[in-house]
C-alpha cells in the first residue's frame, strides 16, 4: 500500500524567495507517478507538477520543480519567486503506474498551507 | 477555466434529506472520480468510473449512492446522512483509467454541512 507523509501543516515564505515544501512516500511498486496539487480557498485542485519513478530528470514547470531523490523516497515540490497568489494548500500525491484494477487511484497528503507574506 | 463543473458549490442539508450533487467534465475523458475531503485528512477516494461502469468502491456506506449515465456526468445521491459526513466533495476525471490513467482534473467541489 502506498502511503504519502507532508510533514509541514504550514509554511511562511516572503513574497519572490524561494519555498520548499517536503514530501516523503512509502511505496513497494517500482512504477509509480508523483504529483503535487494545489488547493486555493476556492476548493479546486489544481494540478502543477508530474514525476515518474523512471524519470531521470527532475520535472519542472514554470516557477515550480519537483526534487526527485528516488533512494530517499523524497519528492520536494521547490516554488521559485514566490506570488502572493501562491498562498494555497499544497499537496503531495502518488499513483502505482502498474495498477491493474483500472481503479487508477491517487493516494495524498494531508497537504501543506503555504503562505506567502508581503 | 476548469473543465469540470460541480453542481451545488455550497448545500446544507438535514439528516432526513435526500439530495445529489453533479459533476460535469468537458474534457472527453472517460473516467469519473468521487473524493471526500474532510478537515485534516488526505483525500479520500470515493468513487471510480471507468467508461461508465464502477471500477471502485472504497468501502463507503450505502448512505452515499453514485451514478454515471455517460461518460460526462456524475453524480453522487445522498439520504440519511450523518453530520460526520460534512466534508468538501470533490469531482474529478481523467483520460483512460483502466491503463493507469493520465493527471486527474478536478472540479471546484461542492461544500457540504449536514445538521
Known amino acids: 500500500a502506498q502511503k504519502i507523509t507532508q510533514t509541514q501543516p504550514g509554511m511562511f515564505v516572503q513574497e519572490k524567495e524561494a519555498v520548499t515544501l517536503d514530501c516523503t512516500y512509502d511505496t513497494s511498486d517500482q512504477s509509480y507517478g508523483l504529483f503535487w496539487y494545489k488547493q486555493p480557498s476556492s476548493g479546486e485542485m489544481i494540478f502543477l507538477i508530474y514525476q515518474g519513478s523512471y524519470d531521470e530528470q527532475n520535472a519542472t514547470e514554470g516557477r515550480y520543480s519537483l526534487n526527485f531523490q528516488k533512494a530517499r523516497k523524497s519528492a520536494n515540490l521547490v516554488i521559485s519567486a514566490s506570488q502572493l497568489g501562491d498562498s494555497a494548500m499544497y499537496f503531495c500525491?502518488?499513483?502505482?503506474?502498474?495498477?491493474?484494477?483500472?481503479?487508477?487511484?491517487?493516494?495524498f497528503g494531508t497537504g501543506t498551507r503555504l503562505t506567502v507574506i508581503p | 477555466e476548469t473543465g469540470v463543473t460541480q453542481t451545488p458549490r455550497h448545500l446544507v442539508m438535514g439528516m432526513t434529506n435526500k439530495k445529489s450533487l453533479k459533476c460535469e467534465q468537458h474534457?472527453?475523458?472517460?473516467?469519473m472520480y468521487w473524493y471526500k475531503q474532510s478537515a485534516k485528512k488526505p483525500l479520500e477516494l470515493m468513487f471510480v468510473?471507468?467508461?461508465?461502469?464502477?471500477?471502485e468502491n472504497n468501502s463507503v456506506p450505502s448512505r452515499f449512492s453514485p451514478e454515471c449515465p455517460n461518460s460526462s456526468h456524475l453524480f453522487l445521491h445522498l439520504h440519511t446522512l450523518q453530520p460526520e459526513d460534512s466534508a468538501l466533495y470533490l469531482c474529478?476525471?481523467?483520460?483512460?483509467?483502466?491503463?493507469?490513467?493520465?493527471?486527474?482534473?478536478f472540479g471546484p467541489g461542492t461544500r457540504l454541512l449536514v445538521l
Open positions: 468510473y471507468s467508461l461508465e461502469e464502477r471500477v
Open positions: 474529478a476525471s481523467s483520460q483512460d483509467a483502466a491503463r493507469g490513467g493520465g493527471n486527474q482534473y
Open positions: 474534457l472527453g475523458h472517460n473516467a
Open positions: 500525491a502518488m499513483r502505482d503506474l502498474a495498477d491493474q484494477t483500472g481503479a487508477n487511484n491517487l493516494f
